[in-house]
């Protein structure tokens, strides 16, 4: 047997272990960001890298280039917090500016129609086999999901407290998406995912509000 395929089988369905160990890593991503880890960015390559695997084995293309996509992002990131540490210094989170928060929600809506428009023509998506217009709802929700998780990841790597943000916009789409679709183990990851988003928020945003009380105070990047 192909080693991509190794895993075991539950209730006679078969899990991989790319993919059950990849949505290990990527839950794993969660819990660093919140403690503004540098092993936030390792662990999110390496789960891209299992979930491209896993995604390429069982045939969805679509979500094989969001890891993809992950990857490289997550390369980015980890440049950017080194960056914003060298000579010894302490990476401060902060809100987006005005300017940013336009760029990503000008991205969000510009970008889910044009990956909506290349999933549809290029039958990237799963959804873009179902009949419409079941079909073209769950397309556009498949390109919002990619881009918003796109967006968020480029939003972490600049260290701002809107990642959350974004990420719970994108959840709010995934989780009864995967439910209603039948997929109850990535709706049950993307719930977990939605809890930790919020815990996240609520602390980035405590310690944002803690360091822009103390005169000089900077957010410190935990090793």
């Given at each position: 047997?192909?080693?991509?395929?190794?895993?075991?089988?539950?209730?006679?369905?078969?899990?991989?272990?790319?993919?059950?160990?990849?949505?290990?890593?990527?839950?794993?991503?969660?819990?660093?960001?919140?403690?503004?880890?540098?092993?936030?960015?390792?662990?999110?390559?390496?789960?891209s890298v299992l979930l491209?695997?896993?995604?390429?084995?069982?045939?969805?293309?679509?979500?094989?280039?969001?890891q993809v996509l992950f990857?490289?992002?997550?390369?980015?990131?980890?440049?950017?917090?080194?960056?914003?540490?060298?000579?010894?210094?302490?990476?401060?989170?902060?809100?987006?500016?005005?300017?940013?928060?336009?760029?990503?929600?000008?991205?969000?809506?510009?970008?889910?129609?044009?990956?909506?428009?290349?999933?549809?023509?290029?039958?990237?998506?799963?959804?873009?086999?179902?009949?419409?217009?079941?079909?073209?709802?769950?397309?556009?929700?498949?390109?919002?999901?990619?881009?918003?998780?796109?967006?968020?990841?480029?939003?972490?790597?600049?260290?701002?407290?809107?990642?959350?943000?974004?990420?719970?916009?994108?959840?709010?789409?995934?989780?009864?998406?995967?439910?209603?679709?039948?997929?109850?183990?990535?709706?049950?990851?993307?719930?977990?995912?939605?809890?930790?988003?919020?815990?996240?928020?609520?602390?980035?945003?405590?310690?944002?509000?803690?360091?822009?009380?103390?005169?000089?105070?900077?957010?410190?990047?935990?090793?």
């Amino acid at each position: 047997m192909n080693w991509a395929d190794a895993g075991f089988d539950v209730f006679g369905t078969h899990v991989l272990w790319t993919d059950l160990v990849g949505n290990i890593a990527a839950l794993a991503t969660v819990l660093f960001a919140m403690r503004k880890s540098m092993w936030t960015w390792p662990v999110q390559f390496t789960a891209s890298v299992l979930l491209f695997i896993a995604s390429v084995n069982a045939g969805i293309t679509g979500n094989a280039l969001k890891q993809v996509l992950f990857g490289v992002l997550a390369v980015y990131g980890f440049w950017a917090w080194r960056r914003g540490t060298e000579g010894g210094r302490e990476l401060a989170v902060r809100p987006a500016s005005s300017r940013e928060r336009l760029l990503m929600i000008s991205v969000m809506l510009a970008g889910t129609v044009l990956v909506g428009l290349f999933f549809y023509v290029t039958g990237l998506s799963w959804g873009a086999h179902e009949p419409l217009p079941k079909g073209a709802f769950l397309v556009a929700a498949d390109a919002y999901i990619f881009v918003g998780s796109a967006v968020a990841t480029w939003a972490q790597g600049r260290a701002l407290v809107d990642f959350w943000i974004v990420w719970v916009a994108v959840d709010l789409v995934g989780v009864p998406l995967a439910f209603s679709s039948g997929l109850v183990v990535s709706g049950s990851v993307y719930a977990v995912f939605f809890v930790l988003v919020l815990v996240g928020f609520v602390k980035w945003l405590r310690e944002y509000r803690g360091a822009a009380g103390e005169p000089g105070s900077r957010m410190a990047v935990a090793s």
